[in-house]
Nanobody, 124 residues
Framework: QVQLVESGGGLVQAGGSLRLSCAASGRTISSYAMGWFRQAPRKEREFVAAISRGGANTNYADSVKGRFTISRDNAKNTVFLQMNSLKPEDTAIYYC?????????????????WGQGTQVTVSS
């Protein structure tokens, strides 16, 4: 079992930045690709970004390319999401997830473990 806990969310003005963290426990995350997803009110959960086990490969949703950066520190069992140039449409609950198959998929159902989420609100 892998337990994931997100932190770093909050309220920020449009154009601002936030850095989300996802701390893992139970198992080392070096065996997992890691992903970030988000869910806005009355919308389905959507893929944001994913990173390979070693961190060499990444995958981003078109809506965040060039603004968001996913990274990981396996020694600290932590994954990060740096979010710059935030827009009101980025407002959502952001979830961290772990995928043992490690294919950097955008499909939420393929991820094995999920955190509880952290709220990000971007004001205009």
């Amino acid at each position: 079992q892998v337990q994931l806990v997100e932190s770093g969310g909050g309220l920020v003005q449009a154009g601002g930045s936030l850095r989300l963290s996802c701390a893992a426990s139970g198992r080392t995350i070096s065996s997992y690709a890691m992903g970030w997803f988000r869910q806005a009110p009355r919308k389905e959960r959507e893929f944001v970004a994913a990173i390979s086990r070693g961190g060499a490969n990444t995958n981003y949703a078109d809506s965040v390319k060039g603004r968001f950066t996913i990274s990981r520190d396996n020694a600290k069992n932590t994954v990060f999401l740096q979010m710059n140039s935030l827009k009101p449409e980025d407002t959502a609950i952001y979830y961290c997830a772990a995928d043992f198959a490690a294919v950097l998929t955008a499909l939420a159902y393929k991820y094995d473990y999920w955190g509880q989420g952290t709220q990000v609100t971007v004001s205009s």
